[in-house]
C-alpha cells in the first residue's frame, strides 16, 4: 500500500503493541518552544494528502503481493502482515477504517495545541493509525511554508500601512520565486499552493496547478512578463540599451520586470533607464510600470542606491502620509526583505520577491512538528499514554483523547484526557472510512488565514532590540534568482 510513502519501520509495529490492543489515538502538533520565532501557525495541506492517497479503495490484492514481495526482500524474514491487509481489502473493500479529525484548513492555531487526531474505526486495525504516520507528519512542510509566508505578510502589511496609509497591494507583495529552489515537483507543488493561502502573486506554476485540483481555486496567483540575465546577456555587453528597448516594445501594455545589474547596475539606471530610454520609460502608464530589478550585492545599500538614482532621474513625489513614491509608471522589485522607511521611501515603490528561502530553507523542527500516541484501548478500557523524556521535557506529549476550544477569554487551548466537550471542539471530522467528509476551498482557507488587527500595530522603531522575526526575515528572504 503505497510502499513509497510509508517509513519502513511502521511494517513491523503490529507485532508490537500489546495484545488485546482494539484502538490507537494519536495527535499532530507543532510543539511550544520558549525560544520559538514563530509562536502560531497556519494548518493547511492535509486535504491534498487525504484526496492523493488515502481516499478510496487503496487497498488491492495486487498491492498485497506487490508489498509482501517488496518487504520479504527489505527485511530479509516474513514480518509483512498480508492477513491484516487482506482484511481490509475484504471487510473494508480496500478503504481505510480510520477517522481524521483536523482543525479546518487556513486557521491560525497557537504553537502546542492538537491541529489533528488519527483513529481507528474498526477494532481489528488498531495498527493502522501510526502506520500513515509518515504520510501524515509530511504536513510539517506546508503548514511551514504557509506559516512563514504569513509572517512575511505581517512584516510587509505593517510597513506599508505605516509608509502609504492603506494595505492596497499588500496581496502582490510577495512573489514566489522558489520553483528551482525546492526538490521535487510535489514540494512546489505544497509549497506553492502554501504561499498562495496568504499571497496571490507566484511563478510557482505547480502551485497554481494544486489550488485548482486540490482547493477548487480556477487561478490562485499572478505574474507578469520578466526577462533574465539570459535574455539581456545574449544581445552582447555593448547591447544592453537595446536588450532593454525590446522588452519595452513587446511588452507594451501591462507591467514588465526586468533585471537591469548584468553589468552595471547603477549605470544601467542612470544611463539607459534614466537618460537613453529615459521618454520610453515616462510613456508608459501605472498599469503598465517598468519593474527594475537588481539581482545582486547588498540588497539594503543597493536598493536605497537604485531609488535614489532613479528619483534623480525621474523624480518623486510625497504620498499622503508624507513617504516618497516613484513615478507611477516605475518599480523595484527585490529578492530581499529590507526596511525602506529609515530613508524615507514608502514601501509602495517596491515589490518583494523570495526563492528557496520562503519554500526550501526549512525543516520538520522549524516549528517542531510531531505525532504522538496519546490514547489506547484494549478490551473496551481507555488509557492516556504519554511520553516524558528525563532528558528533555519539551518532548513530552499531551495525554488521552483531545479536543480543541476557544477558552473565555479568546484563546484556543487544547483539552486533554478525553474531558472536552463536544459542541466546544474546533476540530472537525475530515475523513472517515476512506471518504472525505469536509473540503474546504482555497478561498474559505485565505478567508480564515486572514491577517487580524493586532497584525498591524504600527512598527515600532524606538527599541534597540530587533524583533527575532525582523532578523529572520533580513536573514531568510535572500536570492530571488
Not at 499532530?28 to 492535509?46: H, I, P, S, T, Y
Not at 497557537?110 to 507528519?137: A, S
Not at 515589490?351 to 473496551?380: I, M, P, W
Not at 467528509?437 to 530587533?466: C, F, M, T
Request: hydrophobic share 35%; proline share 4%; aromatic share 10%.
Amino acid at each position: 500500500h503505497h510502499d513509497a510513502s510509508d517509513g519502513v519501520f511502521h511494517i513491523t509495529h503490529y507485532k508490537q503493541y500489546p495484545p488485546n490492543v482494539n484502538r490507537v489515538y494519536s495527535y499532530f502538533e507543532c510543539r511550544r518552544r520558549k525560544d520559538a520565532q514563530f509562536n502560531e501557525v497556519v494548518f493547511f495541506g492535509l486535504q491534498y494528502l487525504l484526496k492523493k492517497y488515502l481516499t478510496g479503495p487503496v487497498i488491492t490484492e495486487e498491492k498485497i503481493q506487490e508489498a509482501k514481495v517488496f518487504y520479504q526482500l527489505h527485511f530479509k524474514q516474513a514480518v509483512f502482515d498480508e492477513e491484516g491487509w487482506r482484511q481490509v481489502l475484504e471487510k473494508h473493500d480496500g478503504r481505510l477504517p480510520i477517522r481524521i479529525k483536523a482543525v479546518p484548513e487556513g486557521k491560525i492555531i497557537p504553537r502546542g495545541n492538537v491541529l489533528f487526531t488519527v483513529e481507528n474505526t474498526d477494532p481489528d486495525f488498531f495498527w493502522l493509525t501510526n502506520y500513515i504516520e509518515t504520510m501524515l507528519v509530511q504536513m510539517w512542510y506546508p503548514i511551514t511554508v504557509a506559516t512563514i509566508s504569513r509572517e512575511f505578510k505581517k512584516i510587509l502589511a505593517k510597513h506599508l500601512k505605516a509608509t502609504s496609509g492603506s494595505l492596497e497591494g499588500l496581496d502582490f507583495k510577495l512573489h514566489d520565486f522558489g520553483y528551482r529552489g525546492v526538490s521535487s515537483q510535489e514540494s512546489a507543488a505544497l509549497g506553492g499552493a502554501a504561499h498562495l493561502v496568504n499571497f496571490c502573486s507566484t511563478d510557482t506554476v505547480a502551485g497554481l496547478l494544486m489550488a485548482q485540483r486540490y482547493y477548487s481555486c480556477p487561478m490562485a496567483g499572478f505574474s507578469i512578463p520578466a526577462a533574465e540575465h539570459s535574455t539581456i546577456i545574449s544581445w552582447g555587453r555593448s547591447r544592453e540599451k537595446e536588450a532593454f528597448e525590446r522588452l519595452l516594445d513587446q511588452f507594451p501594455s501591462g507591467p514588465v520586470s526586468v533585471v537591469s545589474d548584468s553589468y552595471d547596475i547603477f549605470k544601467a539606471c542612470k544611463y539607459i533607464w534614466g537618460d537613453k530610454l529615459k521618454e520610453r520609460v515616462m510613456e508608459r502608464s501605472e498599469d503598465s510600470a517598468l519593474v527594475i530589478r537588481p539581482d545582486s550585492g547588498d540588497p539594503a545599500e543597493t536598493l536605497i542606491e537604485v531609488i535614489k538614482i532613479l528619483e534623480e532621474c525621474f523624480g518623486s513625489s510625497l504620498n499622503s502620509v508624507g513617504y516618497k513614491v516613484l513615478p507611477s509608471y516605475l518599480r523595484i522589485i527585490q529578492g530581499d526583505g529590507i526596511d525602506l522607511n529609515d530613508e524615507g521611501w514608502s514601501a509602495e515603490n517596491v515589490f518583494f520577491g523570495c526563492g528557496s528561502a520562503l519554500l526550501q530553507k526549512l525543516n520538520r523542527d522549524t516549528l517542531h512538528c510531531a505525532f504522538k500516541c496519546s490514547y489506547v484501548e484494549s478490551n473496551g478500557k481507555g488509557m492516556d499514554v504519554y511520553k516524558q523524556p528525563v532528558t528533555d521535557p519539551s518532548k513530552g506529549s499531551k495525554r488521552g483523547r483531545l479536543s480543541l476550544r476557544r477558552n473565555s477569554d479568546g484563546f484556543i487551548e487544547t483539552v486533554e484526557r478525553g474531558v472536552g466537550k463536544p459542541e466546544e471542539d474546533l476540530l472537525v471530522t475530515v475523513f472517515e472510512n476512506g471518504t472525505i467528509l469536509q473540503e474546504y476551498s482555497l478561498d474559505d482557507i485565505r478567508k480564515n488565514a486572514r491577517l487580524w488587527e493586532e497584525d498591524l500595530a504600527p512598527v515600532q522603531h524606538n527599541s534597540n532590540e530587533p524583533k527575532p522575526l525582523e532578523l529572520h526575515h533580513k536573514h531568510i528572504m535572500n536570492g530571488v534568482h
